[in-house]
């Protein structure tokens, strides 16, 4: 039976993804997939989707904001975009989105059942159940703007949709998984994400079995006299205590992400990056030439790379800090430092070879990747290194030589402190760049819409 694996609090963001992060996310999400299903399966990387966790580091590690709500909707959108010229080879198909293209999931899986053969008219009655359970069953004070329903050839499906609370200005993700499911009403979910609202309305309790089953049975005799009836049966007597008796939940993971943006050390388990760091300088370019095939690959390239193959190849356990994988990409607020332009499209050009001569039966960049990550773990016991602050100081001291770049503009050329100061127009010209910045970031910041 699927069961909820966890849950996470999510701020709600304003804002949208610019065109030269979206395009970029596409492109690696897509050939991240690729790998996993090329390693793993199609089952495999559903059940990755379905995991919050994973899910969550899956999109810092292309550059969004590391512990905003906005990865929800990117990731699945970058996945929609990336997957679909490869959904004849791969066998993967993403479905719906964000809202008008939420409502057209049903169509989109009666087309894709029509052309590869599964029952698209079950899957879309599935994928109409998942959303009212989420918005009618479960009522926690979200209100559902996103539903994406990532389908294989087998028929094999995960569900990931989101709600907000703009009050709290706080979002919920829930994560849906066929595999195991037995019952769409009675503990369903393979996770929902999202921050404790004290008490809910969850119809889909095991121990609601009960009140199920009694308002079908006054809808089979409804009336005034029914109902009343019924009332004065449910309510506590004076005086009666608490049933303390009742089976509590089993214990579920719970992922905080918090309203601040900037990455803190309390944010990262510095010794898996440090494992990381260590990993990537020891595995340089001159003895690592399996991976460094492709010109102009270095060192700041593989240490990205290091942290995209534990998302490819990591266990669940090792995404308990989202924040960490947000190292290889930067995000585009600017938290924990400008996206590396140059960086990431080596990244992307690097895995999109290693995929593409894997199909030809030459494994050795995959499998190169693969020895990446199992000697990151293996160095995480002894490694040591710089703290997390020094880590993204020497970020951004180096963001201008790797094309760093933001929603606030390019990262503008260093001044060299062996120059003498500059002139008096350029440090005019600087301070409105600045001011401009702020405004700016003060006005995303006040807004109450959904990221993305």
Same mark, same amino acid.
């Given at each position: 039976?699927?069961?909820?694996?966890?849950?996470?609090?999510?701020?709600l963001?304003?804002?949208?993804?610019?065109?030269w992060?979206?395009?970029?996310?596409?492109?690696?999400?897509?050939?991240?997939?690729?790998?996993?299903?090329?390693?793993?399966?199609?089952?495999?990387?559903?059940?990755?989707?379905?995991?919050?966790?994973?899910?969550?580091?899956?999109?810092?590690?292309?550059?969004?904001? $590391?512990? @905003?709500? #906005?990865? !929800?909707?990117? /990731?699945?959108?970058?996945?929609?975009?990336?997957?679909? =010229?490869?959904? *004849?080879?791969?066998?993967?198909?993403?479905?719906?989105?964000?809202?008008?293209?939420?409502?057209?999931?049903?169509?989109?899986?009666?087309?894709?059942?029509?052309?590869?053969?599964f029952?698209?008219?079950?899957?879309?009655?599935?994928?109409?159940?998942?959303?009212?359970?989420?918005?009618?069953?479960?009522?926690?004070?979200?209100?559902?703007?996103?539903?994406?329903?990532?389908?294989?050839?087998?028929?094999?499906?995960?569900?990931v949709?989101?709600?907000?609370?703009?009050?709290?200005?706080e979002?919920?993700?829930?994560? $849906?998984? @066929?595999? #195991?499911? !037995?019952?769409? /009403?009675?503990?369903?979910?393979?996770?929902?994400?999202? =921050?404790?609202? *004290?008490?809910?309305?969850?119809?889909?309790?095991?121990?609601?079995?009960?009140?199920?089953?009694?308002?079908?049975?006054?809808?089979?005799?409804?009336?005034?006299?029914?109902?009343?009836?019924?009332?004065?049966?449910?309510?506590?007597?004076?005086?009666?205590?608490?049933?303390?008796?009742?089976?509590?939940?089993?214990?579920?993971p719970?992922?905080?992400?918090?309203?601040?943006?900037?990455?803190?050390?309390?944010?990262?388990?510095?010794?898996?990056?440090?494992?990381?760091?260590?990993?990537?300088?020891?595995?340089?370019?001159?003895?690592?030439?399996?991976?460094?095939?492709v010109?102009?690959?270095g060192?700041?390239?593989?240490?990205?790379?290091?942290?995209?193959?534990?998302?490819?190849?990591?266990?669940?356990?090792?995404?308990?800090?989202?924040?960490?994988?947000?190292?290889?990409?930067?995000?585009?607020?600017?938290?924990?430092?400008?996206?590396?332009?140059?960086?990431?499209?080596?990244?992307?050009?690097?895995?999109?070879?290693?995929?593409?001569?894997?199909?030809?039966?030459?494994?050795?960049?995959?499998?190169?990747?693969?020895?990446?990550?199992?000697?990151?773990?293996?160095?995480?016991?002894?490694?040591?290194?710089?703290?997390?602050?020094?880590?993204?100081?020497?970020?951004?001291?180096?963001?201008?030589?790797?094309?760093?770049?933001?929603?606030?503009e390019?990262?503008?050329?260093?001044?060299?402190?062996?120059?003498?100061?500059?002139?008096?127009?350029?440090?005019?010209?600087?301070?409105?760049?600045?001011?401009?910045?702020?405004?700016?970031?003060?006005?995303?910041?006040?807004?109450?819409?959904?990221?993305?």
């Amino acid at each position: 039976m699927g069961q909820r694996s966890g849950s996470a609090d999510l701020p709600l963001h304003g804002g949208a993804v610019p065109r030269w992060l979206a395009d970029r996310m596409t492109r690696l999400g897509a050939v991240m997939a690729e790998a996993i299903v090329y390693h793993y399966g199609r089952d495999e990387l559903l059940r990755r989707l379905a995991h919050p966790f994973w899910f969550q580091s899956f999109g810092a590690v292309m550059g969004m904001d $590391w512990h @905003s709500s #906005g990865i !929800t909707t990117s /990731v699945v959108g970058a996945l929609k975009r990336g997957l679909a =010229p490869l959904a *004849g080879e791969l066998g993967v198909h993403v479905c719906g989105g964000r809202g008008t293209h939420s409502r057209r999931t049903p169509d989109e899986l009666v087309a894709i059942g029509d052309r590869v053969g599964f029952d698209g008219a079950a899957l879309a009655e599935a994928s109409r159940l998942v959303a009212k359970v989420d918005s009618a069953a479960v009522q926690d004070g979200f209100d559902l703007y996103l539903h994406g329903f990532i389908v294989t050839d087998e028929g094999r499906w995960v569900v990931v949709q989101q709600g907000m609370n703009g009050d709290r200005r706080e979002a919920r993700r829930y994560h $849906w998984r @066929s595999e #195991g499911l !037995t019952s769409f /009403v009675e503990e369903p979910h393979s996770a929902i994400e999202g =921050p404790d609202q *004290g008490k809910i309305v969850n119809l889909t309790d095991r121990r609601a079995d009960a009140s199920r089953r009694g308002q079908i049975e006054m809808l089979n005799s409804i009336g005034p006299d029914a109902i009343a009836r019924e009332y004065a049966r449910m309510a506590p007597r004076e005086g009666a205590r608490a049933d303390s008796t009742a089976p509590e939940q089993p214990f579920l993971p719970h992922l905080v992400m918090p309203s601040h943006h900037e990455v803190r050390s309390s944010d990262v388990l510095i010794r898996r990056l440090h494992g990381t760091l260590a990993a990537a300088a020891e595995c340089g370019p001159s003895d690592f030439s399996q991976l460094l095939l492709v010109p102009g690959v270095g060192p700041r390239t593989v240490r990205a790379l290091a942290m995209v193959a534990e998302v490819l190849h990591g266990a669940p356990y090792r995404f308990s800090d989202p924040a960490r994988f947000s190292f290889a990409h930067g995000g585009k607020d600017r938290h924990p430092f400008p996206v590396p332009i140059r960086v990431y499209d080596q990244t992307i050009q690097v895995l999109k070879s290693a995929v593409e001569k894997a199909k030809l039966g030459r494994e050795e960049q995959l499998a190169a990747l693969k020895r990446l990550d199992d000697q990151s773990r293996r160095l995480e016991r002894s490694a040591t290194g710089p703290s997390v602050e020094a880590l993204i100081a020497e970020e951004r001291r180096a963001s201008f030589s790797y094309g760093g770049r933001s929603v606030f503009e390019w990262e503008p050329r260093p001044h060299l402190t062996m120059l003498a100061d500059p002139p008096a127009s350029t440090r005019r010209a600087e301070r409105r760049s600045r001011s401009s910045a702020d405004k700016r970031r003060a006005r995303r910041d006040t807004s109450t819409a959904p990221s993305h």
